[in-house]
């Protein structure tokens, strides 16, 4: 059964470096999403990808993270310069389209930040 | 704004009982709802989707129901097992826009006990 997979498990970086979270949406989804689960918290919204470019983000989605397709399997999100804040879970998702289809989900990264 | 919240944020069950979760929201414009199981540490899977023309959706022993009007979904588990036993979460995709994005609720943690 297809399925989202996300690189690597778990990842522990120090304060102010740069994280690339990496996923492989099933292959022939066309919308792409990233979100993030902080320990104890409500799984929350990022960004949303499609045809190229951000469709929608939220306010967490700030200037200190991008993503990118950087060819047709990989969609990547980047942490430029990590906060303590930033630890949490970080999920990838995809649907094929934006009906009332599913969404599916990887089985996340965990980002700790020391 | 939309808010998702679940009710009991925690639940333990001897096994063999059938149970309910809930799950409401505060804005009745959704497009449709879905049911994830978050088993410790692990991504979500998802469970259901019930389109907001639905009112019942069914996979094996679960049930979704979704009365969209008041702003509720109940997920019901029959004859639960102690594999039952993971975080379930509801999230509800917003009418407005069309990026698919999902809005979650907290979840509610269900123990079975054999």
């Known amino acids: 059964e297809p399925e989202v997979t996300q690189t690597p498990s778990h990842q522990v970086t120090q304060m102010g470096q740069e994280v690339i979270l990496r996923c492989v949406p099933i292959s022939n989804h066309l919308y792409f999403y990233w979100y993030r689960q902080i320990l104890g918290q409500k799984v929350e919204f990022l960004v949303s990808f499609y045809n190229n470019e951000i469709s929608e983000k939220s306010e967490i989605f700030d200037d200190q993270f991008s993503v990118e397709r950087p060819d047709g399997s990989n969609f990547t999100l980047k942490i430029r310069s990590t906060k303590l804040e930033d630890s949490a879970m970080y999920f990838c998702?995809?649907?094929?389209?934006?009906?009332?289809?599913?969404?599916?989900f990887g089985q996340g990264t965990r980002l700790t930040v020391v | 704004k939309q808010e998702v919240t679940q009710i009991p944020a925690a639940l333990s069950v001897p096994e063999g009982e059938n149970l309910v979760l809930n799950c409401s929201f505060t804005?009745?414009?959704?497009?449709?709802l879905q049911w994830f199981r978050q088993d410790p540490g692990k991504g979500l899977t998802s469970l259901l989707l019930?389109?907001?023309?639905?009112r019942e959706q069914t996979s094996g022993r679960l049930n979704a129901s979704l009365d969209k009007s008041s702003g509720r979904s109940t997920l019901y588990i029959a004859a639960s097992q102690p594999g039952d036993s993971a975080t379930y979460l509801c999230?509800?995709?917003?009418?407005?826009?069309?990026?698919?994005?999902?809005?979650f609720g907290q979840g509610t943690t269900l123990q079975v006990k054999p």
């Open positions: 999230a509800v995709r917003p009418w407005s826009g069309n990026t698919g994005k999902l809005i």
């Open positions: 998702a995809s649907r094929v389209q934006t009906g009332n289809t599913e969404a599916f």
């Open positions: 019930i389109q907001s023309s639905q």
């Open positions: 804005d009745s414009a959704i497009y449709n």
